[in-house]
C-alpha cells in the first residue's frame, strides 16, 4: 500500500501565496511521475501541474507564470508553489504520484486532498 499525505492549504486573500506539499510512503519501489490535480465548487477536477522523476514540468495555461512544482525525490515528496493566488484558484487540490511498488505493481494514487480558498 502506498499513502500520499497532503498539506499546506488553507484560506488566503487575492494575490497571496501558499505551498502544499505531498509526501509519499509505503511499499515504494519507485515513483515516476507526480502531480497536482484540483476540484473546484461545482466542476471537474483538472490537471494543475505534473513533474517527472527527472524534473521535466508541465502546467495548466491557467497557472503558468504563478505556480512552481518542484519534488525532491530522496524524500518522494512534491511541492505546489502558488503565487499571485485568484478566487478562481479556489478548489481541492490533490497529489497524484504514478508508484511502483516493491510488488512490482505500477499505479496512480491520490492523496486525500487538501482545501485552497482564495477570497477575494
Known amino acids: 500500500q502506498v499513502q500520499l499525505v497532503e498539506s499546506g492549504g488553507g484560506l488566503v486573500q487575492a494575490g497571496g501565496s501558499l505551498r502544499l506539499s505531498c509526501a509519499a510512503s509505503?511499499?515504494?519501489?519507485?515513483?515516476?511521475?507526480m502531480g497536482w490535480y484540483r476540484q473546484g465548487p461545482g466542476k471537474q477536477r483538472e490537471l494543475v501541474a505534473t513533474?517527472?522523476?527527472?524534473?521535466?514540468?508541465n502546467y495548466a495555461d491557467s497557472v503558468k507564470g504563478r505556480f512552481t512544482i518542484s519534488r525532491d525525490n530522496a524524500k518522494n515528496t512534491v511541492y505546489l508553489q502558488m503565487n499571485s493566488l485568484k478566487p478562481e484558484d479556489t478548489a481541492v487540490y490533490y497529489c497524484?504520484?504514478?508508484?511502483?511498488?516493491?510488488?512490482?505493481?505500477?499505479?496512480?494514487?491520490w492523496g486525500q486532498g487538501t482545501q485552497v480558498t482564495v477570497s477575494s
Open positions: 497524484n504520484a504514478y508508484v511502483r511498488t516493491t510488488t512490482l505493481v505500477s499505479l496512480h494514487w
Open positions: 509505503g511499499s515504494i519501489l519507485s515513483i515516476n511521475d
Open positions: 513533474i517527472t522523476k527527472g524534473l521535466s514540468t
